[in-house]
């Protein structure tokens, strides 16, 4: 049997090895992280702060390497939801398009061309062991909607009850900062 030791060692080396292509890209490791990220968070997460929570770092690296990606044009600033003081930012048609060179795509097939049940395997574990990290540091931990405590779903609405909205089909999907695995649920 694998060591919990040997395992923690091996996905730090896979991560180094993903991120190794990034020295040669045209975006830092970091900015390239911000893309994804802001690809994959829903329209509440897509802010300064939710970022810098994701990313693990602080709020002024994280806008720092949001104003960057501003700065290349392969994101742009929106208001947020909360009132106008907020920032959101969205990727531009830009930013959807460097996406396809993402430094990740090899780790991508790698993962790709593991049997089904391998995948599946990973695709359950990789999850608790960041939410069960995140609860160690305290720091939040980031899920969908569908796997939410704070989500009331139906086949025409979706409502989130820690933000008490009406969710976008769309937004569901996405990675939240207000997901809460293990909360209880709110009543409307």
């Known amino acids: 049997m694998v060591s ?9 080396h896979l991560g180094r090895a993903a991120r190794a292509e990034d020295q040669n890209a045209q975006l830092t490791p970091a900015q390239w992280t911000a893309l994804r990220y802001l690809s ?13 929570s994701f990313h693990a770092t602080t709020r002024g690296t994280a806008t720092q390497t949001l104003k960057a990606l501003e700065g290349k044009a392969l994101i742009c600033r929106g208001a947020g939801l ?3 003081r907020a920032v959101c930012y969205d990727l531009t048609e830009e930013g959807r ?8 795509r090899d780790l991508i097939r790698a993962v790709a061309g593991l049997d089904e049940t391998t995948r599946d395997c990973l695709g359950q574990a990789l999850p608790k062991l960041v939410s069960t990290l995140a609860a160690l540091r305290e720091a ?5 909607c569908h796997d939410c405590r704070h989500f009331e779903g139906a086949p025409q609405s979706a409502f989130c009850a820690c933000m ?16 809460n695995k293990d909360a209880p649920p709110k009543l409307r």
Request: hydrophobic letters at 40%.
């Open 4 to 12: 919990p030791e040997e395992i923690s060692e091996l996905l730090i």
């Open 40 to 52: 994959r968070a829903n329209t509440a997460s897509r802010t300064p702060s939710a970022f810098a």
């Open 82 to 84: 909360s009132d106008g």
């Open 97 to 104: 398009s460097l996406l396809s060179a993402d430094p990740l």
């Open 140 to 144: 939040p931990s980031f899920g969908t």
């Open 164 to 179: 008490s909205r009406v969710l976008a089909a769309c937004d569901t999907g996405l990675l939240c900062v207000n997901f």
